[in-house]
T-cell receptor
Framework: KAGVTQTPRYLIKTRGQQVTLSCSPI?????VSWYQQTPGQGLQFLFE???????NKGNFPGRFSGRQFSNSRSEMNVSTLELGDSALYLC????????????FGPGTRLTVT | AQTVTQSQPEMSVQEAETVTLSCTYD???????LFWYKQPPSRQMILVIR??????QNATENRFSVNFQKAAKSFSLKISDSQLGDAAMYFC??????????????FGAGTILRVKS
């Protein structure tokens, strides 16, 4: 079974721009969660999508948004980029119930200059 | 809100020896799941071991075992017969069993494990 894939793997953007990151879950997984990883704040939960609906949201500003498509692929968007948005963005997919393991993708390294 | 604390930013262990990574958490819930994840320098996060809070028996996966103390809200990871491939960042994570939180994981700050040959 193919693992979780994330594209692009690396991205450099300028302050004020917007960016879209993509995550393709493992086949059959309907839940996709996004996390931001930075040296200062560690791993923080952004949001989770399940069956095209946002099921849970972390404490991030409205500039961070996401969506999920009918094939369970998910995208997250960050508008009006700030230097502090530089981070590794990880997505994780799983089956729906909490008993199931989450599988992480390799991440997208976003650098904002 | 739940919090997870890993008080050891870095740990070192000699190859073939045993090391224990510490984790404490805070929650008012009685039903939850605890995890140890490993993130090698290549960045792909993988699950090492999982513990269900309702199970008293400590989880074990080959050389990895946990010491789960529910009353003390402690969840340490023991790695036996350490290998060079164990070198990584280790994260302790909490997930509520309640449906309202979905699959949200709350992570600790992580512990860098170095393995010396």
């Amino acid at each position: 079974k193919a693992g979780v894939t994330q594209t692009p793997r690396y991205l450099i953007k300028t302050r004020g721009q917007q960016v879209t990151l993509s995550c393709s879950p493992i086949s059959g997984h309907r839940s996709v969660s996004w996390y931001q990883q930075t040296p200062g704040q560690g791993l923080q939960f952004l949001f989770e999508y399940f069956s095209e609906t946002q099921r849970n949201k972390g404490n991030f500003p409205g500039r961070f948004s996401g969506r999920q498509f009918s094939n369970s692929r998910s995208e997250m968007n960050v508008s009006t980029l700030e230097l502090g948005d530089s981070a590794l963005y990880l997505c994780a997919s799983s089956l729906s119930r909490p008993t199931y393991e989450q599988y992480f993708g390799p991440g997208t390294r976003l650098t904002v200059t | 809100a739940q919090t997870v604390t890993q008080s050891q930013p870095e740990m070192s262990v000699q190859e073939a020896e045993t090391v224990t990574l510490s984790c404490t958490y805070d929650t008012s819930e009685s039903d939850y799941y605890l995890f140890w994840y490993k993130q090698p320098p290549s960045r792909q996060m993988i699950l090492v071991i999982r513990q269900e809070a309702y199970k008293q028996q400590n989880a074990t996966e080959n050389r990895f075992s946990v010491n789960f103390q529910k009353a003390a809200k402690s969840f340490s990871l023991k790695i036996s017969d350490s290998q060079l491939g164990d070198a990584a960042m280790y994260f302790c994570a909490y997930r509520s069993a309640g449906g309202e939180y979905g699959n949200k994981l709350v992570f600790g700050a992580g512990t860098i494990l170095r393995v010396k040959s």
